[in-house]
């Protein structure tokens, strides 16, 4: 269905499509829904017996032992069809294929792949609207030595599990994608199990050292929700980046990552008041306070002090410009509260409202 679409709009691609038998990379999108793909990163691997099934079980794409490229978009790397194998010889950093067709939100992906040379191992892509819009399990990076999920909301410092691929043995992967969990399996060993959050809060920096304590959110009707207390160590919090610790009855982050996040592994209601006092130790800006919050990509933060320490603003889902010039100074404890309520969006710093929006 995409490929005819594909083939009457580039001519080019068309003709190429002819002598090669796989389709070219479209640069902007394969699937508006989604799909799924393989790939690699200085790697040569191999692919085969690959099945997509719905949430019902029924089967939507088989390939047991493909013939040729032609349900395939790619970008990069040598790809072909072997011995009844999809295969990768080239050294592109990375190589990639998506299948031409649309996939459900929720389903699994079975697959047998095997590394033939290289110095990682598979790259297995899902949630895919295109090659730069999407989620991959990464098997073997980092020079062979981490397995991780990237893209899509998900970073490779809350999911790297140790894991290496040897040379030459196939593996039995599994992907199992449902609106609420993520589950990846290797020979039946599942590695990853990442549960969706709904919504959450937290506290993050960008290329600053930071210190928060007595973090508590309250919901709308005045109960406690969470209440930090003497932080004690990390248990609860999810990290996305950076060098946190709990010091001295406060979460400490040391690092110089853009950004260093956390976020608060326990749902929280819509409409609640977070308070908490943040001092900033060391770097070029402030603090990142996070909430609305589903992942580190799919959030509001209230950027304290960005720009080089020299602005106060909102930032992602759909918060209005309302950029105020404000600074913080180094190891002073500053009391910050947000508000929200319905699409009401209220930030304050000792006591003096910043920002009072509301969300498109």
């Not at 799909?35 to 017996?49: C, D, M, N, R």
């Not at 990076?141 to 397995?147: E, I, V």
């Not at 749902?267 to 402030?286: F, N, Q, S, V, Y």
Request: with cysteine; charged share 25%.
């Amino acid at each position: 269905m995409l490929a005819s679409i594909w083939k009457k709009v580039c001519v080019v691609a068309s003709l190429a499509l002819a002598s090669t038998g796989a389709f070219a990379a479209d640069p902007t999108s394969i699937s508006p829904t989604g799909t799924v793909g393989l790939g690699t990163w200085s790697t040569q691997a191999e692919y085969k017996e690959i099945k997509v099934a719905g949430a019902d079980g029924k089967v939507i794409y088989e390939a047991a032992a493909p013939k040729d490229m032609k349900d395939w978009a790619t970008e990069n790397g040598k790809w072909a069809v072997k011995d009844g194998a999809i295969t990768q010889t080239g050294e592109e950093n990375p190589a990639l294929v998506l299948l031409d067709k649309e996939i459900p939100a929720e389903y699994v992906l079975t697959l047998k792949a095997r590394k033939t040379g290289g110095s990682e191992g598979f790259l297995i892509l899902f949630k895919a609207k295109s090659f730069g819009d999407r989620a991959w399990w990464n098997i073997g990076g980092w020079g062979n030595t981490q397995h991780a999920l990237e893209g899509a909301g998900f970073t490779p410092d809350a999911t790297k599990q140790e894991g290496t691929v040897d040379d030459n043995k196939w593996y039995d992967l599994k992907l199992e994608v449902k609106a609420d969990v993520t589950r990846c399996s290797i020979d039946g060993k599942v590695i990853h199990e990442i549960k969706a959050m709904k919504n959450t809060v937290g506290v993050g920096s960008w290329n600053t050292q930071v210190e928060y304590k007595d973090i508590e959110v309250v919901g709308a009707d005045g109960k406690s929700v969470f209440k930090s207390g003497e932080i004690k160590d990390m248990t609860g919090w999810k990290t996305f980046g950076g060098d946190w610790a709990a010091q001295g009855g406060v979460l400490a982050q040391t690092g110089g990552a853009s950004p260093a996040a956390l976020l608060l592994d326990k749902e929280i209601p819509a409409d609640c008041t977070m308070t908490l006092k943040a001092r900033k130790t060391g770097g070029e800006e402030g603090f990142l306070i996070l909430f609305k919050a589903k992942g580190i990509a799919e959030r509001i933060w209230w950027n304290v002090a960005g720009w080089g320490n020299t602005k106060s603003a909102l930032e992602g889902q759909g918060v209005p410009g309302d950029d105020q010039e404000i600074k913080v100074e180094n190891n002073k404890w500053y009391d910050l509260k947000v508000e929200l309520k319905g699409k009401q969006i209220r930030c304050s710093m000792d006591g003096k409202v910043i920002h009072d929006v509301t969300q498109e």
